[in-house]
Structures are given as C-alpha cells and as structure tokens.
C-alpha cells in the first residue's frame, strides 16, 4: 500500500526545469534514502514533500491527501544545521517542538509544565537531560542534529525529512548519530526521506535507494533538462552487491 504517493511531478523555476516527471510509492514506514550529483533537485524534492513550495505540474499525496502546508503536523524536516532555535534553552526546542502540533500555540499553566516534563524525558532518552538549560550554541555539532532530529519528532510527524542530518560531523558523531535514528526509526515507525551525498551511509540506513540524475543531457545547455529517479535500489537484506561485498571483505590477522 503507497502511503506517499508521487504522480509526474515537475519543478521548474523561470524557464529551468529543476525536476521532471518524478514517480515514486513509498509505503509507511519505509526509509528512503536520496542520492544525486550536487544541484540535481534533491533538497527541491524534499521541501515539495513539506509543501513549502507546490510543483509546477503533478501531486504528491501522503496518505491520500494533499501534504498541508504546516510544518510539523505530518512532517518535520531537519536540515544539515540550524535547525533548532539559537534563542531557545534545549529543553524550550523540544516544547517547541511538539508545539508545532498544537496549531503553533503556546502551552500555559499545567500544559506548560506538563510539556516541559515530556520534553525532559525526551532529552533524557537521548543523553542530553545535562543541558536542557543551556543553549544550542554551547553543544557539539552532533548534540545539535540529535536535538534537531528529537526537535522535529516531538510533534509525532508520520513522515521525517532529513537534508544531509550528518553532512557536517565527523565520522565517530556520524557513527553514533545512525544508532540513533535506527532505534528513533524502529521505536516510532516513522516513514523518513533522507538526502546524502555519502553511498555507504545512504545504503545502510536506508531501506531503498533512490538516484537523481538527468536522463537527458544538451552539452550546451547543461540547464536545458531537469532530473528525475533514474534507479531505484532495493537496499534491504544488505543492499547492492558491492556492499555486500564490502562487509565480506577479509582482512587476514598480522601474523
Ligand atoms: N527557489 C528557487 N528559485 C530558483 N532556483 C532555485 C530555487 N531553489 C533551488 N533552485 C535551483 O535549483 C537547483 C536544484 O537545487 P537543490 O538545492 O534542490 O539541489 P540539490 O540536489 O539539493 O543540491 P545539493 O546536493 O548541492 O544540496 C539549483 O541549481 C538551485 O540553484
């Protein structure tokens, strides 16, 4: 069963066509991981999924209706850095959060302490109850996209949109950020779309592959076709061969 559904979708911006005739059914639940060459429409496809912007022709469809245009309410998005709110305490992003759920209203009163005891327990889920007084600026980069990530999911969105989440950490922080959302993942069922430039980590975390490219290519006019989904890897049970072989590589013990 396709839970989100695209049909035809083109982007252009001015004369330029960014993405055209994309067609995908992903089912609820899936990770969806998005590869492509740098400028190929990915994080174009990704704030059509948020319906920040409606595409120039086609639909999207998430379980059967038309995206809503308020963030947060079926879908959070985290994006490479500056997510979270610089002004705000951690622990005031995490009500922040999932106020975003209640119609961006404020709590009051016993809804406010109610949603600040929620927001301790998330943080303290996540190893970051030490700060929830301090602010984002103090945290690491990876304590930052982990708040970012618990941020956007405070609101229970069905569908999580990451764009590059991991692109600016070091490996050990990228490492350590994947446990966490495979566990996120496998606790909430949540539907994710997540763009990377990196093969490996879109391979292991993701349950599809799929790759934006340009089918058709003018030579001199580089910006005459737009790109669409020209593969779509089933990356489950270990993915592609070459990953497969990858972990099957033997590396003999020094003698
Ligand atoms: N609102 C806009 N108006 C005009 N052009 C835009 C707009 N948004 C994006 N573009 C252009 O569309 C193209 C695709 O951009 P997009 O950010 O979606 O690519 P991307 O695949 O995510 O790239 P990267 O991997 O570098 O992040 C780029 O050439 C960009 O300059």
């Not at 995206?67 to 709110?85: C, K, N």
């Amino acid at each position: 069963m396709s839970f989100v559904t695209v049909r035809d979708l083109f982007q252009t911006y001015g004369s330029r066509p960014i993405i055209e005739r994309v067609n995908v059914d992903v089912a609820e639940g899936e990770f969806i991981s998005i590869v492509g060459a740098s400028g190929c429409g990915k994080s174009t496809f990704l704030r059509l999924l948020l319906a920040q912007e409606r595409p120039t022709r086609g639909e999207i469809r998430i379980d059967g209706a038309e995206p809503a245009r308020e963030p947060g309410l079926d879908r959070g998005i985290v994006f490479q850095r500056y997510s979270v709110f610089p002004h705000m305490t951690v622990r005031d992003n995490i009500v922040a959060g999932e106020s975003f759920r209640a119609g961006w209203g404020r709590f009051f009163g016993d809804a406010a302490r109610a949603a600040r005891d929620r927001a301790d327990e998330t943080l303290a889920r996540i190893g970051l109850d030490h700060v929830a007084d301090n602010y984002p600026a103090t945290l690491s980069g990876g304590m930052q996209q982990r708040l970012a990530i618990a941020q956007a999911l405070a609101a229970k969105p069905r569908v999580l949109l990451l764009d590059e989440p991991f692109g600016a950490l070091d490996p050990g922080t990228r490492l350590s950020m994947h446990g966490f959302l495979q566990d996120l993942r496998a606790e909430t069922g949540m539907t994710v779309f997540m763009v990377t430039h990196d093969l490996e980590e879109a391979f292991k975390l993701g349950d599809r592959v799929l790759v934006f490219d340009k089918p058709r290519w003018d030579p001199h006019d580089p910006s005459r076709y737009g790109a669409t989904i020209t593969y779509d890897f089933d990356a489950r049970d270990g993915g592609i061969p070459f990953q497969t072989l990858k972990e099957n590589i033997h590396v003999p013990e020094p003698h």
